[in-house]
């Protein structure tokens, strides 16, 4: 009888050490303010004239344990032989309320405009669960699921809106003290025809040179199935940048 206690005592044991462990704080767990921004800039000169600005930021406030605040944006612009060929701005503001360590409930308002992809205004409002399938030290898988609405413009005046459904899957591998790679995914269903769905891939590498700056590189891929009229199904960027953590 003692040998079989001992026994289910040590199984507690190591599945609460599991627990834990899967459950690890990072950085991102403590309370107060958050910063994070990045800044690129890219010129050429000779039989092609090019410049493009990239600027990025994050801003996460947790007041307690159980909220979370984030404003996120990222702008880019580019001019080619002095004429601008790339304008492009999104934005978002989201709320995350823990419901239990793994499960939380989120809010999210996005923003994005890109002309030279047919985009006038695009506004998206949605509201789900996210769940930490995994939260170690130096890994982490963070899946959102959830619905909402979205209403857009394109550059011809064209107005849409519609309902949408969400799933965002987010990765991050910490691969150093301060260097990580990290891959968001964003898919959009439109909940009214089947055929049109957005896919956003957001790829990230970032190493550190001091305590708080750090090379980020960056890989933008945007797929639209239905675009405005006139523009690509397929977007992607690449940017490098020097990145600040405060």
Known sequence: MAT?????????ALAFGMTENCLAQTP???????FTGALGYVQTSGNTKLSTVNLTDQLTFRPSQWWTFTQTASWIWGKTNGVESANQLVATTRADYNITPRLSAYALAGFERNRYAGIGRRLQESAGLSWWALKQA??????DLGAG????????GVKNGFAIARLAPRFKLQLGERSFFEEQLEFLANLEDTGDL???STTSLVAPLTAAI????GYLVRYDAVPPVGSRKLDTTFTTGI???L
């Not at 991102?28 to 958050?34: T, V």
């Not at 609405?149 to 011809?156: I, K, L, P």
């Open 138 to 143: 130096r890994t982490e898988l963070q899946i």
């Open 28 to 34: 991102a767990d403590s309370l107060g303010w958050r």
């Open 149 to 156: 609405a979205q209403q857009e413009r394109d550059t011809a």
């Open 214 to 217: 750090a090379l980020r590189f």
């Open 243 to 245: 990145q600040v953590t």
């Open 198 to 200: 957005r896919t956003v």
């Open 4 to 12: 079989t206690t001992l026994r289910l005592a040590a199984l507690a």
